[in-house]
C-alpha cells in the first residue's frame, strides 16, 4: 500500500471520528448539564469517564459540547474564506500600483503575532460569538488574501483568460467564469488550514475565559477540569482527546488537499 493510500485511509478514518464528533449531541447518553454525582467523581458504571467539575458525566458534556467547539470556527472559517477569496481575487486583477499600497496593509496583519492580534479584537468587539468570528477573520484575511491574489496574477495571464478579454468578456465575468474554476482547489487547501488554525484560535480564546459568549466548549471543559485532575484526570483527558482527534483529522484532510491542488 503506498503512502498516499495509507494518508488516505487514514483520512478517511479520522475524518469519520470527527463527523462522528461533530454529531455528537444525539448519541449522549445524558442531557447536557446533567448532574449524577459528586464533582471529579472516578469512571464507573454508567459514568465511562467519570464526573466534571459540577458532577456531570463528562462522556456526555464531551458529545453535548462539540457542536460549540466545531461550529464557531466553520462559521469564522466560511465568513473568512468568502472576504479573502474576493478581496484575492480583486487585488490579483489590479494593477501593481494599486496592489502594493494594499498588500502593504495586509503585511501588517501578517506579521502580527496571531494570538495578539486576537485579543486585541475580541477586548474591541466583545467575548460573543461575533466578536470571536471577527477576531478569525482579522488574524487569517491577510495571508488567504495573498495566496489568492498570487493565484489570480498566476492564472490572468493564461491563454484562455486573454481569449475572454478578447471576446469582450468583462473584468467580473473573466474572475468568476475563468480564473476562479482555476484557483478554486487552492482556495479549498488553504481553507482548511485557515479552518485549523481557526479550530486552535477558538479553544484557546475558550482556555482564557474571554470567548464566554460561545457557550460550553471542549476548551472551557479543560480549563474547568483542571483543578481536580489529581481526582479524575478524565475531566481533562476526555475533551483533550476529542480536540486532538478533530484537529488530527482536518490536518489529514488539509494534506490530501494540498497534494490535489498540487
Not at 462522528?20 to 458504571?45: D, I, N, T, Y
Not at 494593477?95 to 479584537?121: C, G, N
Not at 481553507?191 to 470567548?211: E, I, K, M, T, Y
Not at 464566554?212 to 481526582?231: E, H, K
Amino acid at each position: 500500500m503506498t503512502s498516499r493510500r495509507v494518508r488516505r485511509w487514514a483520512g478517511a478514518g479520522l475524518l469519520t471520528m470527527a463527523l462522528a464528533l461533530l454529531l455528537a449531541p444525539r448519541l449522549a447518553s445524558r442531557p447536557a448539564g446533567e448532574r449524577v454525582g459528586a464533582p471529579f467523581q472516578a469512571p464507573g458504571p454508567g459514568l465511562p469517564l467519570g464526573t466534571d467539575h459540577l458532577g456531570r458525566d463528562v462522556w456526555s458534556q464531551v458529545l453535548h459540547d462539540a457542536g460549540a467547539t466545531i461550529g464557531v470556527p466553520l462559521l469564522a472559517t466560511a465568513v473568512l474564506v468568502g472576504v479573502a477569496t474576493v478581496a484575492g481575487l480583486l487585488l490579483g486583477s489590479v494593477p501593481d500600483r494599486v496592489a502594493r499600497p494594499v498588500a502593504a496593509l495586509l503585511d501588517v496583519l501578517v506579521v502580527v503575532p496571531p494570538l495578539v492580534l486576537v485579543l486585541v479584537v475580541v477586548a474591541g468587539a466583545g467575548g460573543g460569538a461575533v466578536g470571536v468570528v471577527l477576531a478569525v477573520v482579522v488574524s487569517g484575511v491577510g495571508i488567504l488574501t495573498r495566496v489568492v491574489a498570487a493565484a489570480t496574477r498566476q492564472v490572468s495571464v493564461a491563454g484562455h483568460v486573454e481569449v475572454a478579454r478578447g471576446y469582450g468578456a468583462s473584468a467580473a465575468r473573466v474572475l468568476v467564469d475563468e480564473v476562479l474554476p482555476r484557483i478554486a482547489r487552492t482556495v479549498i487547501a488553504e481553507s482548511g488550514l485557515r479552518l485549523v488554525a481557526a479550530v486552535q484560535v477558538v479553544a484557546a480564546l475558550g482556555f482564557l475565559g474571554v470567548a464566554s459568549g460561545t457557550g460550553r466548549s471542549w476548551a472551557t471543559a479543560i480549563r474547568d477540569g483542571a483543578v481536580g485532575m489529581s481526582l479524575n484526570g478524565w475531566a481533562v483527558a476526555g475533551p483533550c482527546l476529542a480536540l486532538a482527534v478533530v484537529l488530527v483529522a482536518l490536518t489529514v484532510l488539509v494534506d490530501l488537499l494540498r497534494d490535489g491542488a498540487g
